[in-house]
């Protein structure tokens, strides 16, 4: 009995989470422009949209270029700023790794209005840049980075490196051949969570963007606003698409993972 | 010789740290300067003063909290158990039935609030006639996976044996519940606590997805923005940035020196 409760109320969560986008899914796939509504024919029309109407495209591959620059930035930054903090003194260590914590606690809007306020009202960057929009975005993402960095440095096994000194590697090789290699995991993972940190956003965007530039958060916010329904349409696209990438890519990441815990067990 | 070598691997965080210093720290202090002078520039307290004193204001910082703690408590309520049951069941591959639960961390915000709101038009018909209603539920659509992983990860490292030591010792289900499980489990609560108070109040994206008409802190900063009042968009911003401080000093009583969570899962 008390199992049954538990399960149902397992489902009843998983139903909440995941009726409104399976309802949006199914409905993506129809003739329908009102969710509720009637549902007419099957099409892939929606979908075709997507990628045919100039503007959606452009929007979405905006999105993920801007998140693919600034997620490499932010990860050399991180990972170059991780391991010099960590070989650093007490002090430095702890002005660092609080000033980090800054961005991670604060609410994103606030990031984001300061940034708009230093950069476009005092320093008067033009928005029109890319300038304060690709910071924006750096300042969100970097502290996650390296927070996903730091755990793999306490790890690590110092002797390697005075090892390869003392083998005659310099300093310099020693960092990029041996400490490198050992964060690459922590680096990896940064990276990812940098990507999707920067699709994600909308407050930071929205004080720091160019005005003809959208990312698809500020773009579905307006077309919530708007009453194009050919673009809200396609929209229940997009978001379907999205959950299925999200799936996908959550499955493989973890069947890797679980195969490398696998065969480093087999190995021990 | 090796001090040298010190010096060249310290150097690498150069970057990083003038990267912090100038943005970073520098809005913040920009953000201070700006709450407290008016628009020519010279020092005020006006700006403080109007924002404690007008009824509108401060409205809707008391609304923006009441949202916020209503919506943390409703999670609260649904994922202390679901991540109870989730942590403390036999199921081989448990971690995958988490990852069902936390997916939607991954799905753009926006894409997900659209997909309630058609649902909840359809439940609703009217949607902007239950304003605080519906700011709560957007609130726990958005913010739930936040709550469940940070608890799920405390109950996880709930130590069997304490358990067990409570019901030989004769305390029975509830209490050893109540005195040993809950207080064992508080980092997690306040670590899902944290990140979901702090965003459930200024998350104003939410309230305007679903036609709302109601305010909280996020849509002031937003609406000063629109109106380039930099000086009040300023002071909203250090009172809530003053909120986020008091909420991580007493946070970081309670803290399992566990960073973010979405690091921890990744």
């Not at chain 1, 800054?102 to 476009?120: E, Y």
């Not at chain 1, 579905?220 to 379907?240: D, H, Y």
């Not at chain 2, 809950?182 to 200024?202: E, F, Q, R, W």
Request: glycine residues 4%.
């Amino acid at each position: 009995m008390k199992k049954y409760l538990k399960v149902i109320w397992l489902a009843v969560v998983l139903l909440f989470i995941y009726i409104p986008i399976l309802v949006l899914a199914v409905y993506s796939l129809t003739e329908a422009t009102v969710v509720g509504g009637a549902m007419g024919g099957f099409s892939f029309e929606n979908y075709i949209n997507l990628f045919k109407n100039e503007e959606l495209r452009n929007m979405i591959f905006g999105t993920i270029l801007l998140a693919l620059v600034c997620a490499c930035i932010s990860t050399v930054l991180a990972a170059f700023g991780a391991i010099g903090t960590y070989y650093s003194r007490k002090l430095t260590k702890t002005l660092i790794n609080t000033a980090n914590q800054i961005p991670v606690v604060n609410a994103d809007i606030v990031t984001g209005f300061s940034l708009c306020i230093l950069m476009i009202v005092m320093l008067r960057v033009s928005k029109d840049t890319y300038i304060p929009l690709g910071i924006g975005h750096i300042v969100l993402t970097t502290p996650f980075v390296y927070l996903s960095i730091l755990p793999k440095l306490k790890q690590m096994d110092n002797s390697l490196y005075e090892a390869a000194l003392d083998l005659g590697a310099t300093p310099a090789q020693a960092l990029f051949k041996v400490v490198l290699p050992q964060l690459i995991p922590g680096i990896l993972s940064g990276f990812m969570l940098a990507v999707t940190l920067s699709l994600d956003d909308y407050f930071i965007t929205t004080y720091t963007k160019p005005s003809t530039f959208d990312t698809i958060s500020t773009y579905v916010v307006n077309a919530t606003k708007g009453s194009q329904t050919e673009v809200k349409t396609a929209l229940w696209a997009l978001s379907t698409l999205i959950f299925l990438i999200v799936i996908v890519v959550v499955v493989v990441m973890n069947v890797t993972s679980s195969k490398k815990k696998e065969a480093k067990r087999e190995k021990i | 010789m090796m001090k040298g070598l010190c010096f060249n691997r310290k150097h690498l965080c150069i970057p990083y740290a003038a990267f912090l210093i100038l943005f970073v720290i520098a809005p913040l202090i920009v953000i201070f300067y700006y709450a407290f002078t008016n628009g020519q520039g010279n020092f005020t307290f006006d700006n403080f003063v109007n924002f404690f004193t007008n009824t509108n204001t401060i409205g809707t910082l008391l609304y923006g909290f009441a949202v916020a703690i209503v919506t943390t408590l409703v999670c609260l309520i649904i994922a202390y158990p679901t991540a109870y049951i989730l942590a403390r069941s036999k199921f081989k591959k448990k971690y995958v039935l988490l990852l069902l639960f936390i997916l939607p961390m991954w799905i753009n915000f926006t894409l997900r609030i659209t997909a309630l709101k058609e649902i909840l038009s359809v439940l609703e018909g009217n949607i902007s006639a239950y304003p605080f209603l519906n700011s709560v539920i957007g609130m726990t659509y958005d913010f739930l996976p936040f709550m469940i992983l940070p608890l799920y990860t405390s109950l996880l490292k709930l130590d069997n044996s304490l358990l067990e030591a409570a019901s030989d010792l004769g305390a029975n289900k509830f209490t050893v519940f109540l005195r040993v499980t809950l207080p064992l489990s508080v980092p997690g609560i306040v670590s899902g606590v944290t990140m979901v108070l702090l965003p459930s109040m200024t998350n104003y994206v939410v309230l305007d997805m679903l036609y709302n008409s109601t305010f909280i802190p996020g849509s002031l900063i937003f609406s000063y923005f629109s109106a380039y009042d930099w000086n009040n968009g300023s002071l909203i911003s250090l009172v809530l940035l003053i909120i986020v401080f008091i909420v991580t000093l007493v946070t970081n009583r309670f803290s399992d020196n566990e960073k973010d969570k979405r690091v921890a899962i990744l």
